[in-house]
């Protein structure tokens, strides 16, 4: 299933993957035998498309490896706790008597479900949505309706479509359904949600490739910075300059007087917006922000709100707090910015932000895509490099843009630094690992998407509905009480 994701990106090996898994759920005879199958899905699953957390934790945070290794098995182990629900819950609403309702009806739906709850649960953790799988195919076309949970949807169906022609004699009626379900989604394809606005405007996205285990060394330092400052130079003539997520090593207001003062002074006499990732923190010096600010107006800034668990803050940190020393991070325990920050005016448009992680999570992005003309996001895959999360996260931004109806930049330290149009495909990207600047054309756009309008309200009610409708109907094959005694 992994390998139906980016790098590999092998769409069929998706279905393959789930109809496997859901062949195995109609055999199990026992709700016990359903949860074992879930687990040893979800270990397979996560045990290798989230393997770029040790990456993370124990290269560069420098952890015990013993420990590392523990914490991401612990991670894992809770990931598939979903897939242990996913299972109960089919053993529980399948019929023994309908396989092709089963496959096609009972576990698409749970699978969904499971999902949902994944991407949402505990601050949530939309990683690896199935949904991914089928960009650039017709059932892409869902997810401006529907988001990527009913692309996960339509892809799920049409794995339990294939096994049921497969398993059964019923080639007319599965074939009538697969036909449905993807012209469907074709149709949905070639709708214009949005239309442009305006003339394109003129991005530069600098990728300054800085190894993280040297990007917080005192002699790194002053490279470093000369480094995205003579990048950005070089391209002054754009309309928008951005530097990748932290790619200043220093708190702002350190930089702002000290190595970058002249830079941010004479920025502010430029036709040019510069974005600057960098840490920032309030006049206390308590709460520190993963944040983005404007060079050119510093008065504009952005704080990244959804802060990723155990990176940047630690949950129930009171108790965990003897355990941050085991992460050699810098600035390990951020604060999050504020849920009703207002886009950004940049190049003469309002431009929603976004950091890393936030990428992820479609409808937390829906408030700013509404008030912006495009979007932009910054990030540091350098904690991730030569794993399989940069590619993860290319395919989180490509969703983003169908769902939204908005064009995306993304400038990266190491890669992959690329613009995104609202048809999900790369317009523009530069080789990951190299020193460079992606220099293109991010067209604005006025109008929303039905995501952007109904969020995830239309395929929740959906999916609630299924879901009572398969107790319902389990319940109607109960016998009753009074039928038992009577026998």
């Given at each position: 299933m992994v390998f139906a994701h980016a790098p590999v990106a092998i769409a069929p090996l998706a279905l393959i993957s789930l109809g496997g898994l859901f062949w195995l759920w109609q055999k199990a005879e026992t709700p016990f035998q359903s949860m074992q199958i879930g687990l040893g899905?979800?270990?397979?699953y996560f045990g290798t498309g989230v393997s770029w957390l040790?990456?993370?934790?124990y290269l560069y945070a420098e952890m015990n490896l013993v420990l590392s290794v523990l914490a991401v098995l612990c991670f894992i182990l809770f990931l598939t706790l979903y897939f242990i629900l996913a299972g109960w819950l089919v053993a529980r609403l399948k019929t023994a008597q309908?396989?092709?309702?089963?496959?096609?009806?009972v576990m698409p739906a749970v699978w969904v479900f499971a999902e949902?709850?994944?991407?949402?649960?505990?601050g949530g953790f939309p990683f690896l949505m199935t949904g991914n799988t089928h960009l650039m195919t017709w059932l892409d076309g869902y997810a401006p309706v529907f988001g990527v949970l009913g692309v996960s949807w339509a892809v799920a169906i049409t794995a339990g479509i294939l096994l049921w022609l497969v398993?059964?004699?019923?080639?007319?009626?599965?074939?009538?359904?697969?036909?449905?379900?993807?012209?469907t989604g074709a149709s949905l394809k070639n709708v214009e949600w949005v239309t442009p606005k305006e003339k394109p405007v003129e991005v530069a996205l600098l990728q300054g490739n800085v190894p993280q285990d040297d990007k917080w060394l005192s002699k790194e330092f002053l490279p470093t910075l000369k480094r995205y400052v003579g990048l950005t130079k070089?391209?002054?003539d754009a309309d928008i300059v951005v530097w990748p997520e932290t790619a200043v090593p220093a708190y702002y207001d350190v930089v702002e007087r000290g190595a970058l003062r002249s830079f941010i002074r004479d920025a502010q006499l430029l036709n040019t917006d510069i974005l600057l990732g960098v840490i920032t923190?309030?006049?206390s010096h308590r709460d520190y922000y993963n944040a983005i600010v404007n060079a050119h107006n510093p008065e504009q800034q952005y704080q990244k709100k959804h802060l990723v668990p155990f990176s940047e803050f630690f949950p129930f940190s009171s108790v965990l707090q003897p355990l941050s020393e085991l992460f050699n991070i810098p600035f390990s325990e951020f604060t999050p910015g504020a849920d009703d920050q207002a886009p950004m005016t940049l190049g003469g448009h309002p431009v929603g932000l976004s950091v890393c992680y936030e990428m992820a999570f479609g409808e937390e992005l829906i408030d700013s895509a509404r008030q912006a003309d495009f979007l932009i996001t910054v990030s540091n895959d350098a904690w991730f490099a030569h794993t399989l999360e940069p590619a993860q996260q290319v395919q989180d931004v490509q969703m983003r843009a169908l769902e939204l109806g908005r064009e995306i930049a993304r400038s990266t330290n190491t890669g992959y630094t690329i613009i995104v149009g609202t048809n999900g495909q790369l317009k523009a990207e530069i080789p990951p690992y190299e020193t460079g600047v992606l220099r293109g054309e991010?067209?604005?756009y006025e109008g929303e998407t039905p995501f952007v309008q109904w969020r995830q309200w239309p395929i929740l009610i959906l999916l609630l509905g299924v879901m009572l409708l398969l107790v319902w109907l389990k319940l109607q094959a109960r016998p009753s009480r009074k039928t038992t005694a009577e026998d």
């Open positions: 899905f979800g270990l397979g040790i990456s993370s934790i309908r396989q092709g309702f089963n496959w096609v009806v949902w709850v994944r991407a949402t649960l505990f398993q059964s004699r019923a080639w007319v009626g599965a074939s009538l359904v697969l036909a449905v379900l993807w012209l070089q391209n002054l923190r309030d006049d991010v067209q604005p």
